[in-house]
């Protein structure tokens, strides 16, 4: 196919794209990080991440990221250096790793130059990428030298002048200068297979001084001068930051040679909640995937095209057989079956895409209050458990004067099928549905903040608890110990054991020195019998599931929800008889066709009064448009209708009807809000039309006439009784003031206050409690509930506070004991450190003297 553009153009790569593309990481560690999600997408255990000091290097040090992964073959390796080259794309489940560019913007963001080792099978390959090597050549295009080796022999699989050449290059513009050299990198890696990446010729600051600081911490990479400035750890400590990188770690990370402790941020807050999100909202990108899918399937017109050549071609071979005919037909039917493969596959993906789709998507967001340092608080957001966003600050905790939900920490993992990350992975691709994502967690957090009860309880006095005792928002908690053992006994301490990677809760009990875990730690050490060995399933902490009792509709949910109404309205009215149609596709009821024959009876009056006041004699109907912009008319009104007074819905048979059509109280709410009061005449022809919308205000006690341009029938409603104007007969006299009265009703609910008061019993109340369960509905209905409930509050009070002040006073007391006990132990201890000087002098002396 491409043999008939082989004159035209092409675009080429060149050496200041590489630079180009790495600027897209404008946080460091976002670069670092797509080195680590490429050991991780090669079901790597353990990757170690360490710097070698080389004199003669910019920086003088190199970084080094060593994987024991799947490793790659040479083959492989060459689609590596291609952009925009990966087959992770289609992998599933899907990788960290889609768009084939981490390795090359990532390394570039480090570093001038990086070498790539890796071995797989019987294969040893190198991989040198060198912006220096273009720069000092004065090349434009991007070289890449790809020399490979066999395992057993170290001999080159290529011995040829290319072969030279590349690794002449390498001993040029790399660290090392022999073959030998060379090879000795792959004897790093110690298993069948396995990655090693070096970066050198680091990027310096405009102060001439490395962006990575290594001197500060010999065991951790941070961000030069960035500590002094972030409160978050993980905006300038690499270990911190990889800590929390991915939701389920299942790699062991070392940097600096110490293992790094991956923290479960979930199991790491103060009372954790979780609320469950179902939507069929954030479709755009399964859209798009599903609109590629379809363009894919049409492939099969080739096929088919395909098919007819073969037919030609097995003719001409019947006719003569010669040996090009047959060459061209086996070439032929080599293509048809990869076409038919291919079209099978796009086929099933489009069916995978179309019933994605359809699915509901559901989120799980978990909140929880960070009480070990309360300033890093914020939303942490993942994509297919890759972090994309830390410490976002949303909804109300961008208002920082109301001190509203500060502490929260939230946390949500968005599957890419719903969003996708931008090509650095510190964003969204997609900037409306982050943002409608953004205003969703805001609404829910506010409701676990309601849950939680802070408010109520004084978010100052929440704070005081925990050791928090500054009015300063950004210091830190005191280190008493009575407020470190406070937060030690509201989080459990859960640790990943290096073995089997399952996750292990610590004893409850544990001291608070005891805490600080050694750098391996397995589960034989776990004092908790229940959890000590690696073949025990994970037992994690309980979570429980919250409940979102209000949300505002997003606009696109209003939408949809306003379509959906509008579509069952329309089949619900599909299913009616109708005997005449508007001519501008109104919503539209049959009303009843004689009032003479209707019965009216007293526990249906309204309806019978709404039935009454809507006849259908001479083609009268009653009809609604619902639209979601506006009211719309017909254009043959001429005469408008006369209404003296107020009608409410209800009064002329259209609220119960309109209730029976939306369901939900959202949707009322929504199509209520769009309805424009107008009252038309339609006299066009024959038809004789009232068009009346909703009115939503209150009826009055006055008298309402309705009337309809002629020659419509005129009905009138005077003093409650109904009168046609032809006939000018009294229907029924509908008494619509008078309550209804049910006597069994009024009973049980006198009985139901009887035991509310006798179960609220204030202590030393002036009534007593036999006789609040003889009241009588008249003695009820004159009761003074607010007094009864406030002496009831504040014998509770009173009970409460009596019950915190002993508390205190017993922890007090404890506290006074303890204190006690260890100056004794104390005074114990010097006492035997004497009495051991004194038996070790005597013994001296009773050698001396034997001697």
Request: glycine residues 4%.
């Given at each position: 196919?491409?043999?008939k553009y082989?004159?035209?153009?092409?675009?080429?790569?060149?050496r200041?794209?590489?630079?180009?593309n790495?600027?897209?990481?404008?946080?460091?560690?976002?670069?670092l990080?797509e080195?680590?999600?490429?050991a991780?997408d090669a079901?790597?255990?353990q990757?170690?991440?360490?710097?070698?000091?080389?004199e003669?290097?910019?920086?003088?040090?190199?970084?080094?990221?060593?994987?024991?992964?799947v490793?790659?073959d040479?083959?492989?390796a060459?689609d590596?250096?291609?952009l925009?080259k990966s087959?992770k794309?289609?992998?599933?489940p899907?990788?960290s790793g889609?768009?084939?560019?981490g390795?090359?913007?990532?390394?570039?963001r480090?570093?001038?130059d990086?070498m790539l080792f890796t071995?797989?099978?019987?294969t040893?390959?190198?991989?040198?990428?060198?912006?220096?090597?273009?720069?000092?050549?004065?090349i434009?295009e991007?070289?890449?030298p790809?020399?490979s080796w066999?395992?057993?022999?170290?001999?080159?699989?290529k011995?040829?002048?290319?072969f030279?050449?590349?690794?002449?290059?390498?001993y040029?513009?790399?660290p090392?200068?022999?073959?030998l050299e060379?090879?000795?990198?792959?004897?790093?890696i110690?298993?069948?297979?396995?990655t090693?990446?070096i970066?050198y010729?680091?990027?310096?600051n405009?102060?001439?001084?490395l962006?990575?600081?290594i001197k500060?911490?010999?065991?951790?990479?941070l961000?030069t001068g960035m500590?002094?400035?972030?409160?978050?750890p993980?905006?300038y400590s690499?270990k911190?930051?990889s800590?929390i990188?991915?939701?389920?770690?299942?790699m062991?990370?070392f940097?600096?040679?110490q293992?790094?402790h991956?923290?479960p941020?979930f199991?790491s807050?103060?009372r954790?909640?979780?609320?469950t999100?179902?939507s069929?909202?954030?479709?755009v990108r399964?859209?798009r995937e599903?609109k590629?899918a379809?363009?894919a399937?049409?492939?099969?017109?080739?096929m088919?095209?395909?098919k007819f050549k073969?037919?030609e071609?097995?003719k001409t071979?019947?006719n003569?057989i010669?040996?090009?005919?047959?060459?061209k037909?086996?070439?032929a039917?080599?293509?048809?079956s990869?076409?038919?493969s291919d079209?099978?596959?796009?086929k099933?993906?489009?069916?995978e895409?179309r019933?994605a789709?359809e699915?509901?998507n559901n989120?799980?967001?978990i909140?929880?209050?960070?009480?070990?340092k309360?300033?890093c608080?914020?939303m942490f957001?993942y994509?297919?458990?890759?972090?994309?966003k830390?410490y976002?600050?949303?909804?109300?905790?961008?208002n920082c004067k109301?001190?509203?939900?500060d502490g929260?920490?939230?946390l949500v993992?968005?599957p890419t099928?719903?969003?996708a990350?931008t090509?650095n992975?510190q964003d969204f691709a997609?900037?409306r549905?982050y943002h409608?994502?953004l205003k969703?967690m805001g609404?829910?957090m506010?409701?676990?903040w309601k849950d939680l009860?802070?408010a109520q309880?004084?978010v100052t006095?929440?704070w005081?608890e925990?050791g928090?005792?500054?009015?300063?928002w950004?210091?830190?908690?005191?280190n008493?110990l009575?407020?470190?053992?406070?937060?030690?006994?509201?989080?459990?301490?859960?640790v990943?054991?290096?073995?089997?990677?399952r996750w292990?809760?610590l004893p409850?009990?544990?001291?608070v020195?005891?805490r600080?875990l050694?750098d391996?730690?397995v589960?034989s050490?776990?004092q908790?019998?229940q959890?000590?060995r690696?073949d025990?399933?994970?037992?994690?902490?309980h979570i429980p599931?919250?409940?979102?009792?209000t949300?505002?509709?997003l606009?696109?949910e209003?939408?949809?929800?306003l379509?959906k109404?509008?579509?069952?309205h329309?089949?619900k009215?599909a299913?009616l008889?109708?005997?005449k149609?508007?001519?501008?596709?109104?919503?539209?009821?049959r009303?009843?066709?004689?009032l003479?024959?209707?019965?009216?009876?007293?526990?249906?009056r309204?309806?019978a009064?709404?039935?009454?006041?809507?006849?259908n004699?001479?083609?009268l109907?009653?009809?609604?448009?619902?639209s979601?912009k506006?009211l719309?008319?017909?254009?043959?009104c001429e005469?408008?209708?006369?209404?003296?007074g107020?009608?409410r819905p209800s009064v002329?048979g259209?609220?119960?009807?309109?209730?029976s059509?939306?369901?939900?109280?959202?949707?009322?709410s929504?199509a209520?809000?769009?309805?424009v009061?107008v009252?038309?005449c339609?006299?066009s022809a024959n038809n004789?039309?009232?068009?009346?919308?909703?009115?939503?205000?209150e009826?009055?006690?006055e008298?309402i006439v309705?009337s309809v341009c002629?020659?419509c029938?005129?009905?009138?409603?005077k003093?409650?009784?109904?009168?046609?104007?032809?006939t000018v007969s009294?229907?029924?006299?509908?008494d619509?003031t008078?309550p209804?009265?049910?006597?069994?009703?009024?009973?049980?609910i006198?009985?139901?206050?009887r035991?509310?008061l006798?179960h609220?019993v204030?202590?030393?109340?002036c009534?007593?409690?036999?006789?609040?369960?003889?009241?009588?509905?008249e003695?009820l209905?004159t009761?003074?509930m607010h007094?009864?409930?406030?002496?009831?509050?504040k014998?509770?009070?009173?009970?409460l506070?009596s019950?915190?002040?002993?508390?205190?006073?017993?922890a007090?007391?404890?506290e006074?004991?303890?204190?006690?006990?260890e100056?004794?132990l104390?005074e114990?201890?010097?006492?035997l450190?004497?009495y051991?000087r004194?038996?070790?002098q005597?013994?001296n002396?009773?050698?001396t003297a034997t001697f």
């Amino acid at each position: 196919m491409a043999d008939k553009y082989h004159d035209l153009s092409r675009a080429q790569l060149t050496r200041d794209y590489l630079h180009a593309n790495s600027t897209t990481h404008d946080f460091l560690f976002g670069a670092l990080a797509e080195l680590v999600d490429n050991a991780r997408d090669a079901t790597a255990t353990q990757l170690n991440i360490y710097t070698e000091m080389i004199e003669e290097l910019k920086g003088g040090l190199a970084l080094c990221f060593l994987d024991d992964g799947v490793g790659m073959d040479p083959s492989e390796a060459v689609d590596v250096i291609h952009l925009g080259k990966s087959v992770k794309r289609a992998s599933d489940p899907p990788f960290s790793g889609q768009y084939g560019n981490g390795l090359k913007s990532g390394t570039m963001r480090i570093g001038m130059d990086f070498m790539l080792f890796t071995k797989k099978s019987n294969t040893l390959t190198c991989i040198l990428v060198s912006r220096t090597f273009y720069e000092n050549e004065g090349i434009d295009e991007v070289i890449v030298p790809v020399p490979s080796w066999y395992v057993s022999t170290q001999e080159s699989i290529k011995n040829d002048p290319k072969f030279s050449l590349e690794m002449a290059l390498i001993y040029k513009y790399s660290p090392f200068n022999t073959e030998l050299e060379v090879l000795e990198q792959f004897c790093k890696i110690t298993g069948s297979s396995g990655t090693l990446v070096i970066i050198y010729n680091l990027k310096l600051n405009d102060d001439g001084e490395l962006e990575l600081d290594i001197k500060t911490d010999p065991s951790d990479i941070l961000l030069t001068g960035m500590k002094r400035n972030e409160v978050q750890p993980e905006r300038y400590s690499f270990k911190a930051y990889s800590a929390i990188l991915y939701i389920d770690p299942q790699m062991k990370i070392f940097i600096q040679g110490q293992r790094v402790h991956t923290k479960p941020l979930f199991f790491s807050l103060y009372r954790p909640r979780k609320y469950t999100y179902f939507s069929k909202g954030f479709k755009v990108r399964i859209l798009r995937e599903v609109k590629e899918a379809e363009l894919a399937v049409k492939i099969e017109e080739k096929m088919q095209e395909v098919k007819f050549k073969m037919g030609e071609l097995e003719k001409t071979c019947g006719n003569g057989i010669e040996s090009q005919n047959d060459f061209k037909l086996a070439n032929a039917l080599m293509k048809l079956s990869e076409l038919q493969s291919d079209v099978d596959r796009k086929k099933k993906l489009h069916q995978e895409k179309r019933r994605a789709l359809e699915k509901i998507n559901n989120l799980t967001f978990i909140f929880g209050m960070n009480i070990e340092k309360r300033n890093c608080d914020g939303m942490f957001i993942y994509n297919n458990s890759r972090l994309i966003k830390m410490y976002k600050r949303i909804g109300v905790q961008l208002n920082c004067k109301l001190r509203s939900c500060d502490g929260v920490v939230g946390l949500v993992d968005v599957p890419t099928v719903m969003m996708a990350p931008t090509l650095n992975k510190q964003d969204f691709a997609n900037a409306r549905e982050y943002h409608n994502l953004l205003k969703i967690m805001g609404q829910f957090m506010l409701q676990y903040w309601k849950d939680l009860g802070i408010a109520q309880m004084g978010v100052t006095k929440f704070w005081n608890e925990f050791g928090y005792l500054s009015t300063n928002w950004n210091s830190l908690p005191s280190n008493a110990l009575q407020y470190r053992r406070k937060r030690a006994m509201e989080i459990q301490v859960t640790v990943q054991c290096d073995l089997c990677l399952r996750w292990r809760t610590l004893p409850s009990n544990l001291d608070v020195n005891d805490r600080v875990l050694p750098d391996i730690w397995v589960c034989s050490m776990n004092q908790n019998l229940q959890q000590n060995r690696c073949d025990i399933p994970e037992q994690l902490p309980h979570i429980p599931l919250g409940t979102m009792k209000t949300r505002s509709l997003l606009s696109t949910e209003k939408q949809a929800l306003l379509e959906k109404s509008i579509q069952r309205h329309w089949e619900k009215m599909a299913s009616l008889p109708f005997q005449k149609t508007l001519p501008t596709e109104p919503l539209m009821r049959r009303l009843p066709s004689d009032l003479s024959n209707e019965c009216i009876s007293k526990k249906r009056r309204r309806s019978a009064f709404q039935d009454a006041c809507c006849t259908n004699s001479n083609a009268l109907e009653r009809v609604w448009f619902f639209s979601n912009k506006c009211l719309k008319t017909s254009s043959g009104c001429e005469k408008a209708s006369r209404v003296h007074g107020k009608f409410r819905p209800s009064v002329m048979g259209s609220e119960k009807q309109f209730s029976s059509l939306v369901h939900s109280a959202e949707e009322r709410s929504i199509a209520r809000s769009l309805w424009v009061p107008v009252n038309v005449c339609d006299t066009s022809a024959n038809n004789k039309y009232m068009v009346q919308t909703l009115i939503k205000e209150e009826p009055k006690n006055e008298d309402i006439v309705e009337s309809v341009c002629k020659p419509c029938i005129q009905w009138e409603v005077k003093e409650n009784v109904i009168v046609r104007s032809d006939t000018v007969s009294i229907v029924e006299q509908v008494d619509l003031t008078k309550p209804i009265v049910n006597h069994g009703t009024v009973e049980g609910i006198v009985t139901c206050f009887r035991n509310l008061l006798s179960h609220f019993v204030p202590p030393n109340y002036c009534i007593p409690k036999e006789q609040l369960n003889h009241l009588t509905a008249e003695e009820l209905v004159t009761f003074p509930m607010h007094n009864y409930f406030m002496h009831y509050e504040k014998s509770l009070r009173k009970q409460l506070q009596s019950s915190a002040e002993s508390a205190i006073s017993r922890a007090q007391g404890l506290e006074e004991k303890m204190q006690q006990v260890e100056r004794r132990l104390q005074e114990t201890k010097e006492k035997l450190k004497y009495y051991e000087r004194v038996v070790a002098q005597l013994l001296n002396k009773f050698h001396t003297a034997t001697f």
